[in-house]
């Protein structure tokens, strides 16, 4: 089975509300996706201050291009720090 995280940063989304909200989202539209995924992948999504005001259907677009992305072996971007 596949494993996914989301995280908010508190310095990303301030109120806890926003952050549990958009955590919510984003797992409510893994659950949908997470058949297609390779069994015993992990993912990590990082949610971002945009995401409290997109709709279902801008973060189901965002995680299809960021799941594809993966799937067709492109490197990361590299991170500050990395």
Known sequence: SSRTTVVVPKKQVAKA???????RR???????????LEPGAKIVLRGLAGADGATSQELAADLDRLLERGRSGKPRRQGRGS
Do not use: Y
Not at 17 to 23: A, E, F, G, M
Not at 26 to 36: E, F, K, T, Y
């Open 17 to 23: 509300t926003h952050r549990n909200r958009i955590k």
């Open 26 to 36: 984003v797992r409510a539209l893994m659950r949908d996706r997470v058949a297609g």
